[in-house]
């Protein structure tokens, strides 16, 4: 990757919220947050979360509300290994969403684990 982008990513990484896998699952039975797929439409047919709201991380900014409107609800985001997930993650903060994490090691750390 380039050294730019990971500097990008690095520096979201800083400023937003990670979870892992296992604290995602505690998460997922008891509900009361949106669980959001930042992955392109050719990733997602490959598979994604259960619960999962596919929003592709370049039109996620235009299309959060398909998702919710609500800026105090928390919000999980996920991509392939959580670089862009980090950096939707830091965009959602920057438009007034208070609840914002972002999975580490993605649907990538979420298919080592078991999946699910």
Known sequence: MLPQF??????AKKDVKE???QELRRMLPQ???????VREPQEVMRG????????PRGVLESQIDQATSNFDEPI????ASGNRSA???QSLKKMGFTNVSSLIGG????MESGGG
Do not use: H, Q, R
Request: hydrophobic share 55%; glycine share 8%.
């Open 6 to 11: 990971m500097k990008l990513v690095e520096e």
């Open 19 to 21: 979870i892992d896998v």
């Open 31 to 37: 509900g009361g947050f949106t669980l959001i797929d």
């Open 48 to 55: 994604k979360i259960n619960g999962a709201v596919p929003i």
């Open 76 to 79: 999980v985001l996920y991509c």
């Open 87 to 89: 950096l939707a993650a």
């Open 107 to 110: 649907w990538k750390a979420w």
